[in-house]
């Protein structure tokens, strides 16, 4: 059984010194993007889980760039959440029909100019999940960059009924990222159904759990303060 942190450092340091890593650098310390992230945007877009989608929540890494904007010019809006969840209204809403530029509107630098913030409550039943990965396993384990911030938004929109166990959660990562190991995991992780890379689309047919909501336990006096939809919605509970 591995640790997140050991399977961290071994990938980011195989994505640089095999030159798989692309702008920005450098590749520890985030989800890293890949040669080849824009090939597996488009296995992602086959999945008719994305191609049909009305709404979906994507996260704000350069590695699904292509992927969002894809969706974006497939008439999908998109909901990417605010870096660190550090605003009351934490996600931007991208609505392609209200956008005079899909390419732009896509990126974490313009996100805010061409979409509009909006809180959980005005988020809409989702029809996909998009996250970033630095690892993920044959059975759906990811192990994100460690901060966290992922699963979080997911636990905040499952507990307001916006996702459930049959949503869609997908994932682009490079091959070298696809590991055929054990992992250790925690009660909050949020397992992948699908993974997408440069040359393959794998359907984990996960057996792992997924969080029904925040474990509100987990979090610290720092977190909620960080984060002032969480500080709320533990007042409205």
Same mark, same amino acid.
Not at 1 to 10: C, Y
Not at 60 to 67: V, Y
Not at 69 to 75: A, D, M
Not at 162 to 176: K, N, R
């Given at each position: 059984?591995?640790?997140?942190?050991?399977?961290?450092?071994?990938v980011?340091?195989?994505?640089?010194?095999?030159d798989?890593?692309? @702008?920005?650098?450098p590749?520890?310390?985030?989800?890293?993007?890949?040669?080849?992230?824009?090939?597996?945007?488009?296995?992602?877009?086959?999945?008719?889980?994305?191609?049909?989608?009305?709404?979906?929540?994507?996260n704000?890494?350069?590695?699904?760039?292509?992927?969002r904007?894809?969706?974006?010019?497939?008439?999908t809006?998109v909901?990417?959440?605010?870096?660190?969840?550090?605003?009351?209204r934490?996600?931007?809403?991208? =609505?392609?029909?209200?956008?005079?530029?899909l390419?732009a509107?896509?990126?974490?630098?313009?996100?805010?100019?061409?979409?509009?913030?909006?809180?959980?409550?005005?988020?809409?039943?989702?029809?996909?999940?998009?996250?970033?990965?630095?690892?993920?396993?044959?059975?759906?384990a990811r192990?994100?960059k460690?901060?966290?911030?992922?699963?979080?938004?997911?636990?905040?929109?499952?507990?307001?009924?916006?996702? =459930?166990?049959?949503?869609?959660?997908?994932?682009?990562?490079?091959?070298?990222?696809f590991?055929?190991?054990?992992?250790?995991t925690?009660?909050?992780?949020?397992?992948?159904?699908?993974?997408?890379?440069?040359?393959?689309?794998?359907?984990?047919?996960?057996?792992?759990?997924?969080p029904?909501?925040? @474990?509100?336990? =987990?979090?610290?006096?720092?977190?909620?303060?960080?984060?002032p939809?969480?500080?709320?919605?533990?007042?409205?509970?």
């Open positions: 059984m591995s640790g997140k942190d050991s399977i961290r450092g071994r980011w340091d195989r994505l640089e010194a095999d798989i890593a692309r @702008f920005p650098f590749p520890h310390g985030r989800i890293t993007n890949f040669d080849g992230a824009d090939a597996a945007a488009e296995r992602a877009m086959s999945l008719p889980e994305l191609a049909d989608a009305d709404a979906v929540k994507a704000p890494d350069a590695p699904q760039l292509p992927l904007r894809k969706l974006l010019h497939n008439g809006t909901y990417m959440a605010v870096p660190r969840l550090a605003a009351d934490p996600f931007v809403e991208l =609505d392609p029909e209200e956008i005079s530029d390419d509107a896509a990126t974490i630098s313009q996100m805010s100019n061409y979409g509009r913030k909006v809180g959980p409550e005005d988020v809409p039943e989702l029809d996909g999940i998009v996250v970033g990965s630095v690892a993920v396993t044959e059975d759906g192990v994100g460690g901060e966290g911030y992922s699963d979080l938004e997911y636990a905040v929109l499952r507990g307001l009924g916006l996702v =459930d166990d049959d949503t869609p959660v997908v994932t682009t990562v490079h091959d070298v990222q590991l055929e190991e054990d992992v250790d925690e009660r909050y992780d949020v397992p992948m159904d699908v993974v997408c890379t440069p040359t393959r689309t794998v359907r984990t047919e996960t057996t792992r759990r997924r029904t909501g925040i @474990f509100w336990d =987990d979090l610290d006096s720092k977190r909620l303060e960080e984060i939809v969480l500080d709320r919605l533990r007042e409205e509970r």
